[in-house]
């Protein structure tokens, strides 16, 4: 049986365009990434470039741009394992209605409640958007992930002010 709890996604921030009015930062999520001591992430070129679609960005100057910030950021000295700064969220383990793996920082629907996830290592806990109440979640409830935070702009269900207590 496979330990879906040490799978990681990475975020990572990267800002490109060039250096005048048209510069761009985007979150590209990085999936199955490596969690490196330090707060980094690591991954590599295939990751980096489904990340890249994933964000929808098609335009080839603009992948070539995010290529170049990876490399010249590239805390790994590889052009073929990338080490960076970046956000690393762990998979609670849990899956969704749908099958999809559960990971902190995104926000599912349950009981027709949207809630953010948040794991700190000893338990999984959701915390309603709009009222900032927690429960602990236990297997039993049937959730659906509806985004996550580094997407919550594009997400009709989720406010655009939520309350977060605990942020």
């Given amino acids: ?3 879906s709890r040490f799978k990681f996604r990475g975020v990572l921030t990267v800002e490109y365009g060039g250096e005048n009015a048209d510069d761009k930062t985007v979150d590209l999520i990085i999936e199955k990434a490596d969690a490196i001591y330090g707060g980094c992430i690591g991954f590599d070129i295939d990751q980096l470039d489904a990340a890249i679609e994933k964000a929808g960005i098609t335009d080839d100057i603009e992948i070539d741009q995010i290529h170049e910030f990876c490399y010249d950021n590239n805390g790994c000295r ?4 990338f080490v960076m700064d970046g956000d690393i969220e762990q998979c609670t383990g849990l899956k969704d209605k749908n099958g999809n793996l559960i990971y902190e920082s995104d926000y ?14 000893t338990k999984i806990s959701l915390v309603n958007i709009l009222n900032g109440d927690i429960i602990d979640v236990s297997e039993t ?12 702009d594009n997400i009709s269900e989720i406010p655009k002010n939520p309350k977060r207590s605990s942020d």
Avoid at 78 to 81: A, H
Avoid at 108 to 121: E, G, L, P
């Fill in 141 to 152: 409830i049937t959730m659906e992930i509806v985004g996550n935070e580094h997407e919550k």
């Fill in 78 to 81: 590889s052009d073929e394992y």
């Fill in 108 to 121: 599912v629907k349950a009981n027709d409640v949207i809630y953010r996830v948040f794991w700190d290592k």
């Fill in 1 to 3: 049986m496979e330990n």
